[in-house]
């Protein structure tokens, strides 16, 4: 099991926007250090509790402070935005980062009723839909001039089957965002495959799982942070968006009935505890699903927890496998 990062640049309260972007530099830089497969940057709007408004400027700047781990977008919220734009500023990226660049797209964010053709021309625009270099003059004028040599990798991102279907029929990577609705994670992944491989088993598991994670060195500690979660994502979830609250916060809340059910159901989509609990429970979701590869999403208040609950993850995962 292969563990990634998936940040979305949490901002906690009494911190700034430029505190969590900041932060999720430091991350970035330590996770390349530690090991991670990979690491993505997110895109929400008008979010007092995440940062990451243009995850494709931030990744570049991680690209430029890293030097081996791929670093990508999870994802560019395709329905926002032109697809020519986003083929330039990935073609760019890729063009500096041969080899390293995950463009990973979603379909939140705006009308997504033409979101399939924008997928479709984004690849095309970058040479990425099979077509010959030297096609024909209709070929030609929908390739990107100065379309890299080696093309990012294309990731659909989704938390139904829709994306999957799509990601399936194009032949793309696919991600699956189990802390938004774990329960659908299965169907999403098995629609997805089954379109790869156009109906034929194989012995390959593609697919990526997405799962919300807080560890820490002892239980108390963990579970102090995961009600800090799940207080945030309950008040979210009720129309009250706002920073991620400390600790001793969530420690003195007193829940009202909605906030305990919302937190109730949002609780079974967090895996939190010791590392080697977190890791066991990892390992029981990637063959449950039959991933390879676990991307990890951690929220804190505070940027050092965050720091320190991958850190946790790493040296554990890495402890096991040298044992």
């Given at each position: ?25 430091d991350l970035a830089q330590a996770a390349e250090e530690w ?161 790869l491989r156009g109906g034929n088993a194989t012995d390959e ?65 967090l895996v939190w505890g010791t590392p080697d609990q977190v ?45």
């Open positions: 099991m292969r563990l990634s990062v998936l940040d979305q640049s949490p901002v906690g309260e009494g911190s700034s926007h430029a505190d969590a972007l900041l932060a999720s530099v090991g991670f497969a990979r690491y993505w940057t997110a895109e929400h709007h008008a979010s007092p509790g995440f940062a990451g408004s243009a995850p494709e400027i931030l990744a570049a700047v991680l690209l430029a402070r890293t030097s081996r781990m791929p670093v990508g977008t999870g994802g560019v919220l395709l329905p926002r935005y032109p697809p020519v734009k986003v083929a330039e500023v990935f073609a760019v990226l890729a063009s500096l980062y041969p080899g390293r660049v995950d463009m990973g797209l979603g379909r939140a964010g705006g009308p997504a009723a033409d979101y399939p053709q924008r997928v479709s021309l984004l690849r095309r625009l970058l040479g990425m839909d099979g077509s010959a270099k030297d096609g024909t003059a209709e070929d030609d004028a929908h390739r990107l001039v100065g379309a890299p040599a080696v093309p990012p990798r294309m990731w659909l991102l989704g938390a139904g089957s829709g994306s999957a279907r799509m990601a399936g029929e194009l032949g793309t990577d696919f991600a699956y965002a189990h802390f938004l609705a774990p329960d659908r994670a299965e169907e999403a992944l098995t629609t997805y495959r089954t379109l598991a593609p697919g990526v799982l997405a799962v919300r994670v807080v560890t820490a060195e002892s239980e108390a500690e963990a579970e102090a942070l995961a009600h800090s979660v799940l207080l945030w994502r309950s008040r979210k979830d009720l129309g009250e968006d706002l920073p991620l609250p400390s600790a001793r916060v969530a420690r003195n809340h007193r829940w009202t009935a909605l906030e305990a059910e919302r937190a109730s159901v949002r609780g079974r989509s890791l066991t429970r990892l390992a029981e979701l990637a063959k449950e699903y039959a991933v390879e590869e676990v991307m990890v999403n951690t929220l804190t208040c505070d940027p050092e927890d965050r720091f320190h609950s991958y850190r946790l993850l790493a040296e554990w995962q890495a402890a096991t496998v040298g044992g």
